[in-house]
């Protein structure tokens, strides 16, 4: 099995920036690819970002030339730089781990508000 733990959300201003991390551990020689995913009120979970182990990685439309992917193999810690925050971009942040399984976090709140 294999788990993952989610930080660094909070509230911050429309154009600020937040930074989240993603750590895995358990089985994590089985993770083929991690990604981040987001639910707002009323809405269904959605892909913002994903990353391979070999490091390519997909981006949400929405979210493209704003946010990075990015991860740390050594330490199986994925990381997401989050620039130009808007309004919009408020939503529950989950971290998924897909292999051998689809194993999600406990996810953290990303608030967008002036």
């Known amino acids: 099995q294999v788990q993952v733990v989610e930080s660094g959300g909070g509230l911050v201003q429309p154009g600020g920036s937040l930074r989240l991390s993603c750590a895995a551990s358990?089985?994590?020689?089985?993770?083929?690819?991690m990604g981040w995913y987001r639910q707002a009120p009323g809405k269904q979970r959605e892909l913002v970002a994903a990353i391979t182990r070999g490091g390519s990685t997909n981006y949400a439309d929405s979210v493209k030339g704003r946010f990075t992917i990015s991860r740390d193999n050594a330490k199986n810690t994925v990381y997401m730089q989050m620039n130009s925050l808007k309004p919009e971009d408020t939503a529950v942040y989950y971290c998924?781990?897909?292999?051998?399984?689809?194993?999600w976090g406990q996810g953290t709140q990303v608030t967008v508000s002036s």
């Open positions: 358990g089985s994590t020689f089985s993770i083929i690819a």
């Open positions: 998924n781990a897909l292999g051998g399984g689809s194993w």
